[in-house]
C-alpha cells in the first residue's frame, strides 16, 4: 500500500505475519531549519511574501518542537501548541508518555507544497486564519536504529495574534489522511532492553515485555548464524491489544490468526527501509507456548534481517519460508509436529498441486497455516540440497535480480540448484509424500 510519499510493503509471515510490514541531533537545529529555508526560497521566488512568511513560522515552530523532544523540554514543546483547543491537554500526555523512550534524533520535512484544504466540518472549528500540510516525521531510537525512519504527519496549524500554534493531527483523517501513530499515542511507555533487542510497550504489559526481552535476546544470536549481514539489534512493541496494533502497522490485514508482525516504513523514492520493528499481537502471543513464542519471535526477526534484500520479486512462500526455517532451526521440532495441517492433507490424498501464493498467506485465508507449513519444507528442500548458505544465496538472489518475479525465480533455481519451476515443485512434492504420508 503506497502513501503519498511513503510504503508499507506487506508480507504476511509464518505462525505470524510480517509486515515487509526525523532529523534532528540533540542538540543542535540545522537540519530541519534548511530543510524549511530551501522550500521558503522556492516561495519567495513565487512572490508569495505571506506564504513565505507562514512557513518561515511553521518551519521554526516544528524545530522548536524538535529539540524540545531531544532536550525533554516539556513547556518549549507545549508553546508551539494551540493554548486554546483540547489537543494542547493530548499533546501534554503524549510528551510524558515518551519520557522512557531514547529518542536520538528528531526532525521534521515540512514542503509547502504539499498543503492540505481542511475539510470543512474541520475548518468550522476554527475562528482564526489555519494551515494544512503533510509533514514528513523522522526520528531514530538510540542505539538500535542504524538510520532514522519516516513517518507522515497530517497536521493543522493555526494562527493567533500574529503567531502560528499546530492545533490538530488528526482534522484530515476523514479524507484518509491519518497521522502515523506510536505506542505513545496510546499511553505512557516503558522500556527494557539488552545490548542487542529495546521492548517497548505500555507499564501494565511490563511482565511480558520482559519474557519477550529474554526470547528476543536468545534469538537475535541464531538468526544472525544463519543471515550473518545486518546490525544485530531488534525493537520489539508490545501493544496493549489488537486494536491498538492496527493503528500501528497499518494495511496489515485481518490480525486475527497472528501473533506477531514485522514491519519497516519503506521511502517510495528508491531509499532503504528503515524502522525496523516487531510487533506482538497480545492476545494470540499469549495463547503460545513458550517454545511457540520462540518460534515466532524468532522467524519475526529473521524479516528484520533480511528486509535489506526483500524485494517485490521475493516469493511469499520463499519470504515466509526462510524465516520459518530459521525458526524452527535446532529446535528439535519434527516435521509431522510442526505441519499437521499439511500433513493431515497429505495422509488425506490431498497433495497441493502449487507453491503458496500471496492470497494463501492473507490473515483471513482458511490455508494460512497450511501456505506457512509448505513454505518452511519447501525451504528444507533447497537446504537439503544445496545447504544451509546455498539456501542464502538461493534467497538473495531471486530478491536482488532484475525482471519479473517469474523470471527472478526461473534464474535462481536454475542458479543454485540446477532445476526448473517444474522440477522444484516436483522435488517438493515428493518430500511432502516422504515427510508426511
Not at 512557513?55 to 493554548?83: C, E, K, W
Not at 491519518?178 to 539488552?194: C, E, I, K, Y
Not at 508482525?261 to 510487533?279: F, K, L, N, T, Y
Not at 529446535?331 to 499439511?342: D, I, K, N, P, Y
Request: glycine share 8%; with cysteine; net charge positive.
Amino acid at each position: 500500500m503506497v502513501t503519498a510519499a511513503w510504503a508499507v510493503v506487506v508480507i504476511q509471515v509464518a505462525t505470524g505475519a510480517g509486515v515487509l510490514t526525523a532529523r534532528l541531533t540533540a542538540p543542535d537545529l540545522p537540519r530541519a531549519a534548511v530543510a524549511g529555508a530551501a522550500q521558503d526560497r522556492t516561495v519567495r521566488g513565487a512572490g508569495d511574501r505571506e506564504a513565505a512568511a507562514r512557513t518561515s513560522a511553521v518551519t521554526a515552530l516544528l524545530v522548536r518542537r524538535a529539540s524540545a523532544l531531544i532536550r525533554r523540554d516539556r513547556d518549549a514543546f507545549l508553546a508551539g501548541v494551540d493554548p486554546r483547543t483540547p489537543f494542547r491537554a493530548a499533546q501534554a500526555r503524549l510528551f510524558d508518555a515518551l519520557a522512557a523512550v531514547p529518542l536520538a534524533d528528531v526532525g521534521y520535512d515540512l514542503d509547502p507544497a504539499r498543503a492540505l484544504e481542511l475539510p470543512p466540518a474541520a475548518a468550522r472549528r476554527y475562528d482564526v486564519p489555519t494551515w494544512g500540510a503533510a509533514v514528513r516525521m523522522r526520528y531514530a531510537l538510540a542505539g538500535y536504529d542504524g538510520e532514522p525512519t519516516a513517518q507522515e504527519h497530517y497536521l493543522t496549524f493555526v494562527r493567533r495574534g500574529g503567531r502560528w500554534y499546530l492545533a490538530a493531527d488528526s482534522d484530515f483523517a476523514s479524507a484518509g489522511q491519518r497521522t502515523a501513530r506510536g505506542l505513545w499515542d496510546f499511553g505512557p511507555v516503558a522500556a527494557v532492553r539488552s545490548r542487542r533487542v529495546l521492548v517497548l510497550g505500555h507499564p501494565a504489559s511490563l511482565p511480558l515485555m520482559r519474557r519477550i526481552l529474554r526470547t528476543a535476546d536468545a534469538a537475535v544470536p541464531r538468526v544472525t548464524r544463519v543471515w550473518r549481514d545486518w546490525p544485530g539489534r531488534v525493537v520489539v512493541l508490545v501493544p496493549d491489544s489488537t486494536t491498538e496494533l492496527r493503528r500501528l502497522v497499518e494495511h496489515a490485514g485481518d490480525l486475527s490468526q497472528i501473533a506477531a508482525v514485522a514491519s519497516a516504513d519503506v521511502g517510495i523514492d528508491g531509499g532503504p527501509p528503515a524502522g525496523e520493528r516487531v510487533a506482538i499481537n497480545p492476545g494470540p502471543f499469549r495463547s503460545l507456548s513458550d517454545f511457540g513464542r520462540q518460534v515466532v519471535v524468532q522467524h519475526e526477526i529473521t524479516h528484520v534481517a533480511t528486509r535489506d534484500v526483500t524485494s517485490t520479486n521475493t516469493p511469499y512462500w520463499v519470504a515466509e519460508g526462510f524465516a520459518d526455517y530459521v525458526g524452527y532451526l535446532d529446535s528439535g521440532a519434527t516435521v509431522r509436529s510442526a505441519a499437521r495441517e499439511l500433513g493431515t492433507d497429505v495422509r488425506a490424498g490431498r497433495l497441493p498441486k502449487t507453491l503458496p501464493t500471496e492470497r494463501d498467506f492473507a490473515g483471513d485465508s482458511p490455508r494460512l497455516a497450511r501456505a506457512y507449513e509448505a513454505s518452511w519444507l519447501a525451504c528444507r528442500v533447497i537446504a537439503e540440497r544445496i545447504g544451509r548458505d546455498g539456501l542464502v544465496r538461493f534467497y538473495r538472489e531471486v530478491s536482488e535480480a532484475a525482471g519479473t518475479p517469474a523470471t527472478a525465480l526461473t534464474a535462481a533455481l536454475r542458479t543454485q540448484l540446477r532445476m526448473t519451476p517444474a522440477e522444484f515443485v516436483a522435488a517438493w512434492r515428493d518430500h511432502l509424500r516422504r515427510e508426511l504420508g
